[in-house]
């Protein structure tokens, strides 16, 4: 995607913190991206009144004076917005809320990635740039190209995870994992940053229909490793411990 292409990319950032508002304004215009910032979702939603044309992508903090960036995700995926169809448009979530039951809420709320404070700008570019290669999600497509069912989806680097129907896409190639490889690494995801013990994975992973030991998980991470590839650096052995995602 060339600058001259970026040009034609419209972003409304909605964040109340202003040094941040300015940082990412700046990098992403220096990008060649159009930004219209805004401190709260009022004010969003009085600019999207007067617009004749939606916006190709939004960026929501959760942490906002009056509506929330749940709420507000929840408008924009729920509603024609003032005559605009806006549901279908790529939501990424800005926030220093990093707790997994936070991720899990603002992408049941709709979101289409979750991206947590303190951020590194090719970072959050890199996540901008995916999202508007997706475009509009109309029909709620998945990266496979059948329809989704389910807004329960995660998104780490270039891994896409939709937790109800079990799949999971490396960039655009759908993966094949065991069920215990899936819940492993939906967990690590979940609690990007965080150690999570051997104890931790086998309640977590473990199941009716899956039952984990103590010596197997190991195994299963070198499986799941080996699926990943060069993406499996991600995942780092904690000595003695267990293993979290970075």
């Given at each position: 995607?060339?600058?001259m292409s970026?040009?034609?990319?419209?972003?409304?950032?909605?964040?109340?913190?202003?040094d941040?508002?300015?940082?990412?304004t700046?990098?992403?215009?220096?990008?060649?991206?159009?930004?219209?910032?805004?401190?709260?979702?009022?004010?969003?939603?009085e600019?999207?009144?007067?617009?004749?044309?939606?916006?190709?992508?939004?960026i929501?903090?959760?942490?906002?004076?009056?509506?929330?960036?749940?709420?507000?995700?929840?408008?924009?995926?729920?509603?024609?917005l003032?005559?605009l169809?806006?549901?279908?448009?790529?939501?990424?979530?800005?926030?220093?809320?990093?707790?997994?039951?936070?991720?899990?809420?603002?992408?049941?709320?709709g979101?289409?990635?979750?991206l947590?404070?303190?951020?590194?700008?090719?970072?959050?570019?890199?996540?901008?740039r995916?999202?508007?290669?997706?475009?509009?999600?109309?029909?709620?497509?998945?990266l496979?190209?059948?329809?989704?069912?389910?807004?329960?989806?995660?998104?780490?680097?270039?891994?896409?995870?939709?937790?109800?129907?079990?799949?999971?896409?490396?960039?655009?190639?759908?993966?094949?994992?065991?069920?215990?490889?899936?819940?492993?690494?939906c967990?690590?995801?979940?609690?990007?940053?965080?150690?999570?013990?051997r104890?931790?994975?086998?309640?977590?992973?473990?199941?009716?229909?899956?039952f984990?030991?103590?010596?197997?998980?190991?195994?299963?991470?070198?499986?799941?490793?080996?699926k990943?590839?060069?993406?499996?650096?991600?995942?780092?052995s904690?000595?003695?411990?267990?293993?979290r995602?970075?």
């Open positions: 995607m060339n600058k970026k040009m034609n990319h419209k972003i409304v950032l909605i964040e109340d913190d202003k941040i508002t300015e940082i990412i700046i990098h992403l215009q220096q990008m060649g991206y159009q930004v219209f910032s805004f401190v709260c979702g009022e004010m969003a939603i600019y999207l009144k007067t617009e004749v044309q939606p916006p190709d992508l939004f929501l903090d959760i942490l906002l004076p009056g509506l929330s960036g749940i709420e507000i995700c929840k408008t924009i995926k729920g509603n024609r003032f005559g169809d806006v549901k279908q448009i790529p939501i990424l979530m800005l926030t220093a809320l990093a707790a997994p039951d936070d991720i899990v809420a603002g992408l049941d709320a979101a289409d990635d979750y947590t404070k303190p951020f590194d700008n090719n970072v959050l570019t890199a996540r901008i995916a999202l508007l290669r997706r475009g509009p999600t109309k029909g709620n497509k998945s496979s190209g059948t329809t989704a069912t389910s807004s329960a989806v995660l998104f780490f680097h270039q891994i896409k995870m939709d937790i109800e129907q079990y799949r999971v896409w490396l960039v655009d190639d759908e993966l094949q994992m065991t069920l215990t490889e899936f819940r492993m690494l967990e690590l995801i979940k609690a990007q940053g965080k150690v999570l013990t104890e931790q994975l086998i309640k977590n992973v473990s199941g009716d229909d899956v984990v030991g103590p010596r197997t998980i190991d195994t299963h991470m070198v499986a799941l490793r080996k990943l590839g060069d993406h499996s650096t991600f995942i780092e904690v000595r003695g411990v267990g293993y995602i970075i």
